[in-house]
DNA sequence: GTGCGAGGCGAGTGAGTGCTCGCCTTTCAC
DNA sequence: GTGAAAGGCGAGCACTCACTCGCCTCGCAC
């Protein structure tokens, strides 16, 4: 039998205070990692009590699942000023950038995201699915399968090198971030060229 | 003032069972992570109590550092068997296979090595050091400050591929076996040659 | 204005953790 | 043989954490 959700009416404040506890939530992961922080902390960031925070989500993963679907819907939102854009015809270089970038920076202005991205399977597997995509687009000709292995590895290079980029600041961050895509273009050139 | 440790007289049966703790503890650490394992379990898989654990180690952390130093030793081992060799006139596929087989085949036979890897900066930096050197034998007119970034990245590669091998086994494990030593060839190309 | 459900509180619960302590047994140098 | 130190035990301490529950307040449809 269906488990029936029953749609509860949620007032305006309710809204406010779900975006202000994903904000916290946000923080405190960022600070302390996933698996260390408390929900006490998120819900004392939130100046909030740990009943109201229990109220908005059931538990810490439903908060942690929250998150990382606001993320996504960031990445979208970035990657699209310019993933609908040609794949084919453009130098990698440039799809690379346009990938790297916007992620990046994501990265930067929510702190939350990397202790996400680290622990979700289903934040790294949406993305995986993006970057399979587009390879798909550029490489109509490669094997699927062999695509998703790309696409993987691909992905798990960048949350390699990403902590290495959020740690550090000016030039060491470029320094790592140029690296990174170094790394990509090379890897990558060997398939679509 | 210094604290001086004062070194313990150990009998033969005390060994023994620091080799078993330190035994039951890889496989705890691999079936659970470092930071789910828990210490009564440790003690539990080396059918002891959880008083006798604590005669050896005084925490946790301890417990982890030796098997750290344990697996160091191994890789040392290894990578003796070839890595003595010259760097210099071989092919960079045959450098890297040197490094990347013996490596991957410790991981293998000690399931306690990767979570111990994703956990301990000790370890990672210590990996770290190997490749720099390498690379300084391979390309000594590269920028020190230049090489440790690229044998950082080296080795956070190396890391974020190598849960993909462990956890999938046969054709699929030789498959990401064989990707992660693309990326690294690609990669380092852009160097040494 | 009244009633009802959403919003809010925070001390408290229970499960589980790393680790200890008092006491007993084994080993071995002398 | 004997005594001191090493080895061993396991109930349980102190603590942390995710989560709860009873009770109160606020917002709004009617």
């Given amino acids: 039998m269906v488990e029936t959700v029953k749609p509860r009416r949620r007032q305006a404040r309710g809204e406010r205070r779900i975006a202000q506890l994903l904000d916290a939530a946000a923080k405190v992961f960022a600070a302390e990692g996933y698996v260390a922080a408390t929900m006490n902390a998120v819900a004392a960031a939130a100046e909030v009590s740990p009943g109201t925070l229990y109220q908005f989500f059931p538990n810490k993963e439903s908060m942690a699942e929250a998150l990382a679907e606001q993320y996504l819907d960031a990445l979208s939102v970035a990657q699209a000023r310019g993933e609908g854009a040609e794949v084919l015809g453009v130098p990698l270089d440039d799809v690379i950038n346009r990938m790297v970038d916007p992620a990046i920076e ?29 390879i798909a687009r550029r490489v109509p000709e490669i094997d699927p399968s062999r695509r998703r292995l790309i696409a993987t590895v691909t992905v798990r290079i960048f949350a390699a090198v990403l902590p290495q980029i959020l740690a550090t600041t000016g030039r060491e961050q470029l320094e790592y971030t140029r690296e990174l895509k170094r790394v990509l273009r090379a890897y990558l050139l060997d398939i679509s060229d």
């Avoid at 990265?107 to 993305?127: I, Q, Y």
Wanted: charged residues 30%.
């Fill in 106 to 134: 994501i990265c930067l202005a929510n702190p939350g995201f990397e202790p996400l991205f680290s622990w979700s399977d289903r934040l790294r597997t949406a993305v995986v699915e993006r970057v399979d995509d587009i």
